[in-house]
């Protein structure tokens, strides 16, 4: 079983900035892949960020590539994205997703996570 609690969000410009952290809970978190997701009003939820595990791979939605990026610390028990150069479209509320991971692999669909954070609420102005 894990916890995961989202902090970080708020509002900023466009073009600004926001590092977003994930706080987990429970044994053995180096054993769950690892996700950034978020929600839009009206839309579907949708894949943002991934890291893996032992994490040495990263993978990104092509939205958000270039801008966004996704880390982890085991130690701490914690992952992180951070956000730069954020437009009006990243506006959406953004949760992280944890999944036991023994293939070591990136998923992006939001199914296939098993324990979900309650989410935070990031809001970019034009």
């Known amino acids: 079983q894990v916890q995961l609690v989202e902090s970080g969000g708020g509002l900023v410009q466009a073009g600004g900035s926001l590092r977003l952290s994930c706080a987990a809970s429970?044994?053995?978190?180096?054993?769950?892949?690892m996700g950034w997701f978020r929600q839009a009003p009206g839309k579907e939820r949708e894949f943002v960020a991934g890291?893996?595990?032992?994490?040495?791979?990263?993978d990104y939605s092509a939205s958000v590539k270039g801008r966004f990026t996704i880390s982890r610390d085991n130690a701490k028990n914690s992952v992180y994205l951070q956000m730069s150069a954020l437009k009006p479209d990243d506006t959406a509320v953004y949760y992280c997703?944890?999944?036991?991971?023994?293939?070591?692999?990136?998923?992006?669909?939001?199914?296939?996570?098993?324990?979900w954070g309650q989410g935070t609420q990031v809001t970019v102005s034009s």
């Open positions: 890291i893996n595990r032992s994490t040495r791979n990263t």
């Open positions: 429970g044994r053995s978190f180096s054993d769950y892949g």
């Open positions: 997703a944890a999944r036991p991971s023994p293939e070591d692999a990136i998923v992006l669909l939001p199914i296939l996570y098993d324990y």
